[in-house]
C-alpha cells in the first residue's frame, strides 16, 4: 500500500544536530522531499532528491537516501529556535504524479 | 506572483451545512493538488488534477465530498452535508511538472470547524 512513515516528535539541544528519518514504500519513486510546515501555514520546500542520488547537501541540511532499505533521512546541522517546525516527508510515486506525505515529525529545540 | 490563494482561511459551520473552500493555484502550474491535515491521520490525498482533468480521488473520504476545476485558474473542494469528523485543514498545491521534480506550492491552508 501507500505509506509514509515517520516519528511524530524529535527534541534537540540548540547547536545540536537534528536527525529525521522516514521510510517509504514504492521502490521506483522518482523523487523524494522533505517539506516544512511553521504554525499556521502552509508546507514549504526545503529540499528533494532524485532517486539516482544516494546524498544531497544544501547548506545546513543534509539529505541521506537509502533505496535498499527504502529509507530517507534529514540532518540539520547547528540547530536554531528557527527551525522549530513540523518536517514531513514526501515520496512522488513512479507509476504516477500522485505524491503522498508522512504524518510529519515535530522539531522541538531545547536550550 | 501572490502564490496559491484560498479562501476562506477559517470557517466555521453547523453540521448538516453545505461548505465550499476555494483555491486558485499559481498561473502555468498544471497540476493541482488538495490535501487534508489533521491530527490523527497527519496528511492525506483527496484528489488531483492534471490541466483541469481529475486524475486521482481514491483519498476522497465519502461521497459528501467533491471537487472541481472548471478551469486552470479555480478549483473548488465542497463538502454536502458536513460532519464534525470533517474539523481538519484543507489544503490545495500546485505544480509545474515541467521542471521535473514536481515540486509543491502550498497555500497557506482554509481551517474547517463543524459543529
Known amino acids: 500500500g501507500e505509506d509514509v512513515e515517520q516519528s511524530l516528535f524529535l527534541s534537540v539541544r540548540e547547536g545540536d544536530s537534528s536527525v529525521i528519518n522516514c521510510t517509504y514504500t514504492d521502490s521506483s519513486s522518482t523523487y523524494l522531499y522533505w517539506y516544512k510546515q511553521e504554525p499556521g501555514a502552509g508546507l514549504q520546500l526545503l529540499t528533494y532528491i532524485f532517486s539516482n542520488m544516494d546524498m544531497k547537501q544544501d547548506q545546513r541540511l543534509t539529505v541521506l537516501l537509502n533505496k535498499k532499505d527504502k529509507h530517507l533521512s534529514l540532518r540539520i546541522a547547528d540547530t536554531q529556535t528557527g527551525d522549530s517546525a513540523i518536517y514531513f516527508c514526501?515520496?512522488?510515486?513512479?507509476?504516477?504524479?500522485?505524491?503522498?506525505f508522512g504524518s510529519g515529525t515535530r522539531l522541538s529545540i531545547r536550550p | 506572483d501572490a502564490g496559491v490563494i484560498q479562501s476562506p482561511r477559517h470557517e466555521v459551520t453547523e453540521m448538516g451545512q453545505e461548505v465550499t473552500l476555494r483555491c486558485k493555484p499559481i498561473s502555468g502550474h498544471d497540476y493541482l493538488f488538495w490535501y487534508r491535515q489533521t491530527m490523527m491521520r497527519g496528511l492525506e490525498l483527496l484528489i488531483y488534477?492534471?490541466?483541469?482533468?481529475?486524475?486521482?480521488d481514491s483519498g476522497m473520504p465519502e461521497d459528501r465530498f467533491s471537487a472541481k476545476m472548471p478551469n486552470a485558474s479555480f478549483s473548488t473542494l465542497k463538502i454536502q452535508p458536513s460532519e464534525p469528523r470533517d474539523s481538519a485543514v484543507y489544503f490545495c498545491?500546485?505544480?509545474?511538472?515541467?521542471?521535473?521534480?514536481?515540486?509543491?506550492?502550498f497555500g497557506a491552508g482554509s481551517r474547517l470547524t463543524v459543529l
Open positions: 488534477f492534471n490541466n483541469n482533468v481529475p486524475i486521482d
Open positions: 498545491a500546485g505544480s509545474d511538472t515541467t521542471s521535473g521534480a514536481n515540486v509543491l506550492t
Open positions: 514526501a515520496e512522488r510515486y513512479s507509476s504516477a504524479s500522485k505524491i503522498i
